[in-house]
């Protein structure tokens, strides 16, 4: 089946700190995956994504690469902002066609000034 | 406003009552989806719409859960006879064409939160 394991939290950083957040999935045949955050008071939006293996998705300085066989797509960023202060969500497509995102449990982000 | 709009944001009910929970999505997206939030879970998958019909219903967790969707646009989510095991938040989200087509990005609302006392 289909399935998405993250890094618990929450996390607390320091503004400016390195920013890992583990990802790794199961799937049936080959996935696409997603970055997805929430912001505070906002609904879940699309970060990056990468729809094959070694494929990197970035965006807003955050990187995830496409790891197949490692199953998995970890998310980075150099040097984080408190504006980065969010939930983030790993998902994954199961297959070409399928019409369901699975995602994980979520990892909320706090970073102080 | 132009995104996914949900109502009611909060909702507080008692054991046994029928609660409705709304979504309207980003105008002209053909596809909609209804996720379930429990404390400590992912996401997970209810219900999708392509237009009006539903034709994955597959993650709806029990016959007390149903979902309609008019004029291709606005949709209900309806919980009769709520438990406590219900509670969490409910998000919508909608896509132009549907995930398959579009691979992965989904519009999402900020959720109805219900809790069932």
């Known amino acids: 089946g289909n399935s998405v394991t993250q890094m618990e939290g929450p996390v607390t950083l320091s503004e400016e700190a390195f920013l890992t957040i583990n990802c790794t999935y199961t799937?049936?045949?080959?996935?696409?995956l997603f970055w997805y955050v929430q912001y505070p008071g906002e609904g879940l939006q699309l970060l990056l994504k990468?729809?094959?293996?070694?494929d990197k998705g970035s965006n807003k300085g955050f990187e995830a690469t496409y790891r197949k066989e490692t199953t998995s797509f970890h998310l980075e960023k150099g040097s984080v902002q408190v504006s980065d202060s969010a939930v983030y969500f790993c998902?994954?497509?199961?297959?070409?066609?399928?019409?369901?995102?699975?995602f994980g449990t979520g990892t909320r982000l706090t970073v102080i000034p | 406003g132009a995104g996914v709009s949900q109502s009611p944001s909060n909702k507080v009910t008692e054991k046994g009552k029928d609660v409705e929970l709304r979504c309207d999505p980003i105008s002209g997206h053909t596809a909609l989806y209804w996720y379930r939030q429990s404390l400590g879970q992912g996401l997970e998958f209810l219900i999708y719409f392509q237009g009006n019909s539903a034709p994955d219903k597959s993650g709806l967790p029990s016959d007390r859960f149903s979902a309609e969707r008019t004029g291709g646009s606005v949709s209900t989510l309806t919980i009769q006879r709520t438990q406590q095991e219900d509670s969490a938040v409910y998000l919508c989200a909608s896509s132009p064409t549907g995930l398959a087509a579009n691979t992965g990005e989904l519009f999402f609302g900020e959720g109805s939160r219900l809790t069932v006392l």
């Open positions: 998902a994954l497509i199961g297959r070409t066609g399928a019409n369901n995102l699975f």
């Open positions: 990468a729809t094959k293996a070694d």
């Open positions: 799937a049936t045949g080959y996935p696409s």
